[in-house]
């Protein structure tokens, strides 16, 4: 969707690689059995999205505030490692 507005996040490739992760784990997380819907899924695709947003709420603010918004986004990126193991057991 394009939108009129633009915010300088938009322009980090960390931000858009964690839109499209984000968008990838949504697509197979529709694919899981029901009874991990709103369990492991709903989980996965929480971190997963919770990247990117923590990437542009942290953006605007000074350097050192931007890298504890990164480095949250990379403790979402290991949740990830974790669900998605569990996923494949």
């Given amino acids: 969707m394009e939108s009129k507005y633009y915010f300088k996040f938009e ?3 960390v931000y858009q690689k964690a839109i499209e992760f ?3 784990v949504n697509r197979q997380t529709v694919g899981f059995p029901s009874h991990e819907t709103y369990r492991l899924g ?3 695709n929480r971190v997963a999205d919770s990247m ?3 990437i542009a709420e ?3 603010s000074t350097d050192t505030n931007f890298v504890k918004y990164l480095k949250m986004a990379c403790d979402s990126c290991q949740d990830c ?3 998605s ?3 494949r057991l």
């Fill in 42 to 44: 709903s989980q996965l």
């Fill in 22 to 24: 984000g968008e990838q």
């Fill in 52 to 54: 990117a947003l923590n």
């Fill in 58 to 60: 942290g953006s605007d």
């Fill in 85 to 87: 193991t569990k996923a």
């Fill in 11 to 13: 322009d980090l490739k």
């Fill in 81 to 83: 490692v974790a669900a």
